[in-house]
């Protein structure tokens, strides 16, 4: 009998796990998964605790599943990548496993990883490898120069043309393996990471969770989705990012039951705007692919290395704690610190904040969101990063900066986000409460609140003149992008 070893890692599901129906395919084999938790890596890689404890509860999840259909999964905990290389080759000797099937990462230390692997075992083991984290391949929509598009509106042009045409399929979950379902596994043991209890009410754990909440909001919410979305203080968004950055969710099944419900999303019809997000995520994978040096924190646009950043430690722990005396900016952080997600206008808006009125290198905000979110994501974050500090693809042009104030009152015009998390302000009324320190001058009243640690009008004018000096560097103004092959 041949056995077959699914290797899991950002695809912690049953359903349309691409590496997981291929190794089922033949049901004379002997089936087994393999988790490899690997601690200091996570450390390295500046993962959230609260995300660490979203893998393990899925993991545990997962097992009862895969047990379900005959398949045991077995969890083992190394160090780092490099310790997993030597534990995945162990594993396959004392399994005697023929062949080896694992869903692709992008990220570079992961490629290094599997390509440590596929060489360690190519006497002996054949490796097959799946793109199922995307919904087409990186490197399969191109321009006609067969190049990385460098800009989101044609790529995803390109991109939807090719599902008008071929629509990725979604697979099954496998069948119930001959020798019949296995007793409730063994629980395994806590992941040697920090924990960081979630919330169920918010982010409930499972595929069948996260699979009624596609459902429910294709159904309920997609139609509205263009007109909420920017709003934090409504449900507008699916929320799914938690499920998806670990793989509980495909994109393909976010497609599938979005096409489900509305038949025209993909020619612009109702839900189109809610794919294009899904598509934003495509972009960026893709693009982290093609650009490995993005995983170094490296700049896309070359001279925005040169902008001279403030090294500013208490400014910087004020933002992280929510204490910048910006209502907004506050109120989003501590959604964030409390919960692990922040609604994406909010990202855009703190983000914006760090980099364009503090002039703090977006890298240290980047790390900051890494260790908090629940959804954390290199891919996304690195993209949303490089794109409200300009320095990335299609990014926010680097004259262009956001008035937090203006900001929240178009954004919250009610206030309502800003007190759900700002307490201390919860007695100010209306829209009031984005300009606090103004509303307690006209009331007579102390605030518990602290003042702006910065003042928006100058703040930006100094960065102006930090981004326009990088600029000016002989020759720089012309090198608008990164130009070449990938790295
Ligand atoms: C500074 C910054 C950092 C970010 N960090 C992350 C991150 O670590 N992980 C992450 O998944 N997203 C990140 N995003 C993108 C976006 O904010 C979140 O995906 C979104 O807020 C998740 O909420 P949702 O599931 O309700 O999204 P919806 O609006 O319902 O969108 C559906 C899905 O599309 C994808 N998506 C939506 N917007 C984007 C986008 N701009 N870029 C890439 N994918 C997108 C997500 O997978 C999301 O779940 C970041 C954005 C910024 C500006």
């Known amino acids: 009998m041949t056995t077959h070893l699914v290797w899991f890692r950002a695809d912690l599901r049953v359903n349309d796990n691409l590496a997981l129906a291929a190794a089922c395919r033949d049901p004379q084999a002997r089936v087994i998964g393999l988790f490899i ?3 200091l890596q996570w450390r390295e890689h500046h993962l959230a ?40 080759a162990a594993f396959c000797g004392q399994q005697r496993v023929d062949a080896l099937f694992y869903n692709y990462q992008y990220e570079l230390n992961e490629r290094q990883r599997d390509a440590a692997v596929e060489k360690r075992l190519a006497d002996g083991v054949v490796c097959q490898g799946f793109d199922d984290y995307v919904m087409l391949a990186p490197g399969s929509v191109t321009t006609g120069n067969h190049e990385m598009y460098k800009v989101f509106t044609p790529f995803s042009r390109a991109f939807l043309k090719r599902l008008q045409a071929h629509l990725p399929e979604c697979v099954s979950a496998p069948a ?32 069948k969770a996260a699979l009624s909440r596609l459902r429910h909001f294709c159904r309920q919410s997609v139609a509205d989705y263009e007109r909420d979305r920017d709003y934090p203080a409504v449900d507008g968004t699916s929320r799914l990012s938690p499920w998806l950055a670990i793989g509980v969710l495909s994109p393909r099944q ?16 109702q839900g189109a705007k809610w794919l294009n997000e899904l598509l934003w995520r495509e972009f960026y994978l893709h693009i982290l692919a093609y650009w490995p040096a993005l995983c170094r924190y490296k700049a896309f646009i070359p001279w925005t290395e040169r902008v001279q950043w403030n090294q500013n430690d208490a400014q910087f722990a004020a933002w992280c704690e929510g204490k910048t005396g910006y209502p907004i900016v506050d109120a989003a ?14 990202r855009m808006i703190t983000g914006s904040f760090l980099v364009k009125d503090l002039l703090i290198d977006w890298r ?13 994501m290199l891919a996304a974050n690195n993209g949303g990063w490089q794109w409200v500090a300009s320095t990335g693809h299609d990014a926010a042009p680097w004259f262009r900066i956001f008035n937090p104030t203006t900001q929240g009152e178009r954004f919250d015009p009610q206030g309502d986000f800003v007190r759900q998390w700002l307490p201390e302000l919860r007695h100010i009324p ?9 509303w307690a001058q006209k009331q007579r009243v102390t605030l518990d609140y602290p003042q702006p640690i910065v003042e928006h009008k100058q703040a930006r004018v100094a960065t102006l003149a930090a981004y326009e000096a990088a ?14 092959k990938p790295d």
């Open 37 to 39: 938790a690997t601690p």
């Open 49 to 88: 605790p609260r995300q660490a404890a979203w893998m393990q509860a899925h993991l545990h999840d997962l097992q009862r599943s895969l047990a379900e259909k005959g398949i045991p999964l077995t969890v083992l905990q190394v160090d780092d990548f490099a310790a997993s290389v030597d534990a995945l």
């Open 176 to 207: 119930v393996r001959a020798s019949g379902p296995l007793d409730d596994p063994e629980p395994f043991a806590p992941f040697h990471y920090p924990q960081r209890e979630l919330d169920a009410t918010l982010f409930p754990v499972g595929e």
């Open 254 to 269: 976010c497609l599938h039951r979005l096409l489900c419900e509305h038949p025209d999303a993909l020619t612009g019809g």
């Open 333 to 346: 952080m501590r959604q964030m610190n409390t919960t692990g997600w922040m609604h994406n206008r909010l």
């Open 364 to 376: 240290r905000g980047e790390r900051y969101f890494m260790s908090q979110l629940v959804d954390g």
């Open 430 to 438: 209306g829209k009031d409460v984005h300009q606090p320190w103004l």
């Open 471 to 484: 600029r000016a560097v002989t020759g720089s103004h012309d090198e608008k992008h990164r130009t070449g």
